[in-house]
């Protein structure tokens, strides 16, 4: 069926509608990963946009049972330039577009993905409409005005606290839209993980007298998370504490630091990040529409972008606390920033030891 972007400066792209065939709005945003394209419609930090994916041949290995980053598709909508209608793999379970409308979501194909990418890095990141009826000025103005994806944590942390044993360190994860693979590698370092929801209190999470404390990732704007920085205020306080992409930028809030939104944001498995201290490169998988801008006076910067020289990561000076804007769980994309789980667990150790 044929269905159009219209995108809030008015510009129109023509394609196909597959998966769930609907009317739907959502900030449109764009990933450079050529594969990972299952991991990246699961992570909750998607929560409420539409994704176009820069890479044009997308589906070529279906979709599996076992790479999901949460319980389902977060996205409102997915747009490729084409789509594989024959996937390949020894794991594949079915195709894109069956498993975009048994969940779901929206799919657009066969538009000029080259065009839309350079239009949001010319412009910025900007809201649009899929739709199958082309919609006046004024309808389209109205739709895209009812977009609200504010306060998206709650709507995708977890309902209840839980607890994942292991026989190592305790880390306290503060849930604002986790991605299964973070809790995998905390799991893969023998670590026993309590889960808290998003509106847990600073006292429900020390309650439980964990060895250190993780802020995860999640949707939207770290400012509209104010009651939440309180917390992490008390917490960077109390206890050794990591915190990756999200939760970076509210420890550096928490700390005095100031975010913004990046013009197009930084989304893909191949950005290329500094350890300014190894003085050494590592590709890094990221999705994030926000960055710190001011470094807290009590932090120092670890990692900066190749891309964009923004911040990348804080340590502090004199606590045991540290952050990552990127990935280093992965999924999709390179393990190679899997060190910095293990030098938390190291600082774990270390800090355990002279307690
Ligand atoms: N992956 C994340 O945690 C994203 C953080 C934040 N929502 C941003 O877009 O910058």
Redesign the pocket.
Known sequence: MRAYLQLENGMIFEGTAFGKIQEISGEVVFNTGMTGYQELMT?P?YYGQIVTMTYPLIGNYGINLEDFESDGPKIRALIVRERSKSPSNFRCEMDLDSYLKYSGVTGLEGIDTRALTKTIREKGTMKGVITTRMLTATELRKKLGAYDNSKAVYKVTTKESYIVEGTGKHVAVMDF?IKNNIIESFKEKNCKVTVFPATASWEEVLGVNPDGVFLS??????KDYMDIIENVKVLVDKKPTIG????H?LIALALGGETKKLKF?HRGCNHPVKDIKQDRVYITSQ?????VTKVPESMEVTHVSMNDESIEGLRHKDKPVMSVQF?PEASPGPSDSDYIFEHFIEVLEEVGHNA
């Open positions: 992570d930090s839209g990732n999640g949707p939207g704007d770290p990756i992409c999200l939760g930028q944001g999705n994030h529409g926000y960055v990935h």
